[in-house]
Structures are given as structure tokens and as C-alpha cells.
T-cell receptor
Framework: DAGVTQSPTHLIKTRGQQVTLRCSPKSGHDTVSWYQQALGQGPQFIFQYYEEEERQRGNFPDRFSGHQFPNYSSELNVNALLLGDSALYLC????????????FGEGSRLTVL | DAKTTQPPSMDCAEGRAANLPCNHSTISGNEYVYWYRQIHSQGPQYIIHGLKNNETNEMASLIITEDRKSSTLILPHATLRDTAVYYCIVRVWANNAGNMLTFGGGTRLMVKP
């Protein structure tokens, strides 16, 4: 049973560029959340997708957007990259009716130069 | 969600029990206590959660005080692989309540030989 898979694992971008990160949830899960984790800090909630719609959003600017596909996989897009966007981006999946127990992927490490 | 307070770091001898405390003095009656851990370079891993009764699973035990203002996560026989940052999170449990978990600084547990 595959867990949560994310791609790419590492990537380097320059300021002003755009990036797309991808996530496949754990088999049977229908809800995907995205978190940003800066070095030395705990993860910060970006947003959650369920039934292909954004259901909940944390305190992140509109430069951060996402999408969920009919197969429940998801993408995180970040436009106009800033140096401060350098972080580990974590995807977590769950069943909508079972809250709180999230399964996280290994993350995508983004470095913005 | 209620705020939690955890010691920044703790040491534990391999094979001994690791007791990780968490204060959540402003917890509400409908808020659960969740514990996650994050091993270096991996995504967070769900450990256990509870409301007011003590809980045990194959990974750990959760002891919640009667007034619910604090809790303790117990790893009964710590191994070197338990070295990680442990996060105590308090949040409402409800269908479709969302997957916004508020991670604090956590406790960095170092298990030593």
C-alpha cells in the first residue's frame, strides 16, 4: 500500500519564477492538505482540498494556489517566488470523515535563489 | 485551537521510558489532544490522540490529566529510532472540521545509547 508520494523531492528556482509541486495521496484517501515547513520550525498549514475544492486556508498569500484532480491527487503552485518561500513543502492526506489523523509525505525541498 | 507548551528538548536513555509533557491549560471541552513526531528529513508521523481517557496503541500511551490541562506522551521502551521532534497539538474533532493542524515548536527528543 503506497503512502503519500510527492514530487519532485528537491528543486531550485530563482526569485520571480513559478513552481508546481505534486502529491498523490495514500490509497483510499480523498482529502489533501499542504504545509510549509521553514528550517527549524514546525509545519504551517497552507490549505486543504476535498472534492476538488479548497475547503480551508491558512495565512498564506494568493501567490499560493492549488488544485485537486478527480483521482484525488493534488498540485501546489507558487507564483512570483520569494527568497522566503524556500522551505520543505509537505503534503498530507486523510479521509474527510476522519479528521486529525494525517498521513504526510516526505516533502519537496524548494530552494529559491 | 488551544495553545500548547512543550519543553524544547529532552534526553532519554535507550530502553527506558520517555515521558514527554505538554501543557494545554486553555483547552476546550470539545478539543482533542494529538501527538505527531517528525524524524529528521521525514514528514510528520501521527502517533496517537485522545479526548479525556488515557489511550494506548502500538507506538505509545497518552495520559491526560483529569482537568485536561496537561498530558504526557509515553514511549515505553525508547530506541535510537525514536529520536525525533515530538509535537503536541490540540484541536477540535468534527466531521469535515478540516486538516489545519497548528504545529508549535515541539520537543526534540534525543535517545542516547
Amino acid at each position: 500500500d503506497a503512502g503519500v508520494t510527492q514530487s519532485p523531492t528537491h528543486l531550485i528556482k530563482t526569485r520571480g519564477q513559478q513552481v508546481t509541486l505534486r502529491c498523490s495521496p495514500k490509497s483510499g484517501h480523498d482529502t489533501v492538505s499542504w504545509y510549509q515547513q521553514a528550517l527549524g520550525q514546525g509545519p504551517q498549514f497552507i490549505f486543504q482540498y476535498y472534492e476538488e475544492e479548497e475547503r480551508q486556508r491558512g495565512n498564506f498569500p494568493d501567490r499560493f494556489s492549488g488544485h485537486q484532480f478527480p483521482n484525488y491527487s493534488s498540485e501546489l503552485n507558487v507564483n512570483a517566488l520569494l527568497l522566503g518561500d524556500s522551505a520543505l513543502y509537505l503534503c498530507a492526506s486523510s479521509l474527510a470523515r476522519v479528521t486529525g489523523e494525517l498521513f504526510f509525505g516526505e516533502g519537496s525541498r524548494l530552494t529559491v535563489l | 485551537d488551544a495553545k500548547t507548551t512543550q519543553p524544547p528538548s529532552m534526553d532519554c536513555a535507550e530502553g527506558r521510558a520517555a515521558n514527554l509533557p505538554c501543557n494545554h491549560s486553555t483547552i476546550s471541552g470539545n478539543e482533542y489532544v494529538y501527538w505527531y513526531r517528525q524524524i529528521h528529513s521525514q514528514g510528520p508521523q501521527y502517533i496517537i490522540h485522545g479526548l479525556k481517557n488515557n489511550e494506548t496503541n502500538e507506538m505509545a500511551s497518552l495520559i491526560i490529566t483529569e482537568d485536561r490541562k496537561s498530558s504526557t506522551l509515553i514511549l515505553p521502551h525508547a530506541t535510537l529510532r525514536d529520536t525525533a521532534v515530538y509535537y503536541c497539538i490540540v484541536r477540535v474533532w468534527a466531521n469535515n472540521a478540516g486538516n489545519m493542524l497548528t504545529f508549535g515548536g515541539g520537543t526534540r527528543l534525543m535517545v542516547k545509547p
